[in-house]
């Protein structure tokens, strides 16, 4: 009897008398094979963290759409995951975030929906020292911020996501990274819609847009760096965008107002104050 291991699994899609986006993956850039997730095919993968265990470094995996409880853990390598579409595809986890990277060293992630529905401290997506893209995914739900970015040789960018209804922050830099965040959308969220943390964290901001977050848009504290170009933040409940005295931006804090879009928040479009976080307690 064949065991689950002997079944073969389908590296490509299904034939359609026209090519259609939600069931047909996109040209491999890396020219390797593409491995399909499709949890109501039996031909296909399951789950999108088997297909990357078989995934070898040219190739890519295509989930289609669906909702897949799973944890999705990767290290030591590239990636290339596409989703039909984060409105179409969801991941989601009970015990632990979605969706951890720790050193990887390039690649892709999008077109997914990563949800935390668990009730310890995680978050949705976690990233250690990598450097891969994330574009046109949702990370909602996390106890602790959407998305943590962190480690000394962490360089990941994130581009066109969404970023909503997380305990804390929607997108958490610290501890030395340097990440590129472009046209993210950052709302609902607890606390900020972007912040970031600690000496030799530096943050580029390019066109993100951070709205309707219970604090401000924008928080920088404790030495963190960051570039704020053409970033919108309006109706937050406090300010656009708050920072401590010993963060330094790029333009200076007095040009900010000028590069950005602080309006249409109650207590103004920013304020620098050595308590960023005393109505929270910390």
């Keep these: 009897m064949a065991t689950p291991q002997d079944i073969p699994r389908k590296t490509v899609p299904s034939s359609h008398a026209e090519p259609s986006p ?4 996109p ?47 990767l290290t030591e390598r590239s990636v290339l995951l596409i989703g039909a579409g984060r409105d179409q595809v ?3 986890s009970r015990r632990g975030g979605p969706l951890y990277l720790q050193r990887v060293t390039g690649g892709r992630i999008s077109g997914m929906t ?4 668990g009730s310890d401290q995680h978050s949705a997506i976690n990233i250690l020292d990598s450097a891969c893209t994330i574009n046109q995914c949702r990370a909602s739900e996390g106890i602790l911020s959407g998305i943590v970015i962190y480690g000394t040789q962490c360089r990941p960018s994130l581009v066109e996501n969404e970023v909503c209804a997380n305990r804390e922050s929607g997108i958490f830099a610290f501890a030395g ?9 950052c709302y609902a969220n607890h606390h900020f819609g972007i912040a970031a943390r600690d000496p030799g964290t530096r943050a580029d901001l390019v066109r993100n847009l951070c709205h309707d977050n219970m604090l401000s848009g924008v928080l920088l504290f404790y030495h963190a760096e960051a570039m704020l170009l053409n970033n919108t933040c309006r109706d937050n409940c406090h300010w656009g965008l708050v920072m401590t005295p010993d963060t ?12 950005n879009t602080f309006d249409h928040n109650p207590r103004g479009p920013l304020t620098v104050t050595e308590e960023p976080l005393k109505e929270i307690g910390r």
Aim: proline share 13%; glycine share 6%; no cysteine.
């Design 22 to 25: 939600l069931l047909d993956p």
């Design 27 to 73: 040209p491999n850039p890396a020219g390797g094979r593409t491995l399909i997730v499709d949890g109501a095919d039996p031909s296909a993968y399951p789950r999108p963290s088997l297909a990357l265990k078989d995934a070898g470094p040219n190739d890519q995996v295509f989930v289609r759409p669906g909702r897949y409880e799973d944890k999705i853990f």
């Design 90 to 92: 969801e991941i989601f």
């Design 114 to 117: 990563f949800r935390y529905v």
């Design 177 to 185: 990274a340097q990440p590129y965040l472009a046209q993210n959308m």
């Design 248 to 259: 330094r931006t790029t333009p200076s804090t007095e040009q900010l107002t000028e590069s």
